[in-house]
C-alpha cells in the first residue's frame, strides 16, 4: 500500500524540476517596410540586436503594400543590410523569402558573439 498523497506530491515536484531545466525558444518579431528611412531602420535594428542579446530568435517581416509587390528585390536589399549590420550578434536561420505580400526572415542568436550591452552609435562617437 502507498500513500497517495504523497505519491502525488512526489510527482508535482519532479514536475516542477523538470519545468526549471526547460528552456522556451521566444520568437520576437521585427516589421519592416520597402520605404524605411534611415533612422526608422536604425531603431529597428537595435531593437534586433537587444532580443538576439536576450537569446530570444527574431523574426524580421517587410511588409509590401499595393506597388510594392513589383519591386521585392527592394525589400530584400534592407534585410540583407540588417543581416549585415546585426552579424556580430545574429545568424540567418532561414533565408529571405517571399510569402504572399510579406518577406520574411529569421535570425538566432550568435553562439560564440558578444553578450555584452549593446553600444550605441553615440557612446562610439564619445569615445574618439
Same mark, same amino acid.
Given at each position: 500500500?502507498?500513500?497517495?498523497?504523497?505519491?502525488?506530491? @512526489?510527482?508535482?515536484? &519532479?514536475?516542477?524540476?523538470?519545468?526549471? !531545466? +526547460?528552456?522556451?525558444? $521566444?520568437?520576437?518579431?521585427?516589421? /519592416? *517596410?520597402?520605404?524605411?528611412?534611415?533612422?526608422?531602420? @536604425?531603431?529597428?535594428? &537595435?531593437?534586433?540586436?537587444?532580443?538576439? !542579446? +536576450?537569446?530570444?530568435? $527574431?523574426?524580421?517581416?517587410?511588409? /509590401? *503594400?499595393?506597388?510594392?509587390?513589383?519591386?521585392?528585390?527592394?525589400?530584400?536589399?534592407?534585410?540583407?543590410?540588417?543581416?549585415?549590420?546585426?552579424?556580430?550578434?545574429?545568424?540567418?536561420?532561414?533565408?529571405?523569402?517571399?510569402?504572399?505580400?510579406?518577406?520574411?526572415?529569421?535570425?538566432?542568436?550568435?553562439?560564440?558573439?558578444?553578450?555584452?550591452?549593446?553600444?550605441?552609435?553615440?557612446?562610439?562617437?564619445?569615445?574618439?
Amino acid at each position: 500500500m502507498m500513500d497517495y498523497g504523497k505519491f502525488k506530491y @512526489d510527482q508535482s515536484v &519532479k514536475a516542477r524540476e523538470a519545468r526549471k !531545466n +526547460q528552456t522556451r525558444n $521566444v520568437i520576437k518579431e521585427v516589421q /519592416f *517596410r520597402p520605404k524605411i528611412g534611415t533612422s526608422d531602420f @536604425d531603431v529597428k535594428r &537595435k531593437r534586433v540586436v537587444k532580443f538576439l !542579446n +536576450q537569446g530570444d530568435k $527574431v523574426k524580421c517581416t517587410m511588409r /509590401f *503594400r499595393g506597388r510594392e509587390m513589383a519591386h521585392p528585390e527592394l525589400g530584400r536589399d534592407i534585410l540583407k543590410r540588417l543581416y549585415e549590420e546585426v552579424s556580430d550578434y545574429g545568424e540567418i536561420e532561414t533565408m529571405p523569402k517571399l510569402e504572399g505580400r510579406n518577406m520574411t526572415m529569421v535570425l538566432v542568436p550568435a553562439r560564440n558573439g558578444p553578450i555584452d550591452d549593446f553600444e550605441t552609435e553615440d557612446d562610439i562617437t564619445d569615445e574618439e
